[in-house]
């Protein structure tokens, strides 16, 4: 090939990746590396945890290169394995379903609009706040689209948890959002 990784399609990257050509790598690397930075900011507490998070999915997608099969976007199947990595991150160093509120919190019903227009800073500033356990179904549901179903088998807790974390992490966002004082818990 002549032309430039930067260039390269998906599988002519993945290919040069799988022989182990070093500038193939960092093109992988350069090309996917923002946005799933933005993934992992999402889910961890800080920009350190975030960068760990980075480090480990592309470690994780080098070592798995070989069985991507090029059925759907090469960047799907890197943010499939980047949201794994990010939650076995978050299982491995916190206490992951920490709780916000008592138990006699109740579930609130609506959705998080407010009467003002909101910056995008502040929403994900907002989010940043919330408990891991809270944050990571918040991302899991509303961003990454995934059933309470699935992040139940994901994350091996009950459909009914799943559902009760993220009216909580709603409530909380809702609050926060809205200026009224909240509870944090630890960072």
């Known amino acids: 090939m002549k032309h430039s990784p930067a260039k390269w399609d998906d599988e002519a990257l993945v290919k040069a990746c799988l022989k182990g050509k070093p ?35 592309f470690i994780r997608v080098f070592f798995s290169l070989d069985q991507y099969r090029g059925s759907g976007s090469l ?13 076995n991150f978050l299982k491995r160093n916190r206490h992951f379903f920490e709780a916000l509120e008592s138990d006699r919190a ?24 919330l408990p891991p356990g809270y944050r990571a179904i918040l991302n899991l549901y509303a961003i990454e689209g995934y059933s309470h179903r699935e992040i139940g088998e994901m994350l091996q807790i009950t459909e009914s948890t799943s559902r009760s974390q993220y009216a909580r992490a709603k409530h909380f966002l809702s609050r926060v959002l809205h200026g009224e004082p909240r509870v944090l818990v630890d960072k």
């Open 23 to 57: 500038e193939a790598q960092k093109a992988l690397y350069d090309r996917f590396s923002a946005v799933m930075m933005g993934l992992c900011y999402r889910y961890a507490r800080n920009r350190k945890d975030a960068e760990d998070m980075l480090q480990d999915g």
């Open 75 to 87: 960047e799907g199947w890197i943010k499939k394995i980047m949201i794994t990595t990010a939650i």
């Open 106 to 129: 109740t579930e609130v019903a609506g959705t998080l609009g407010s009467d003002h227009h909101l910056e995008e800073k502040d929403v994900l500033e907002a989010i940043g706040l």
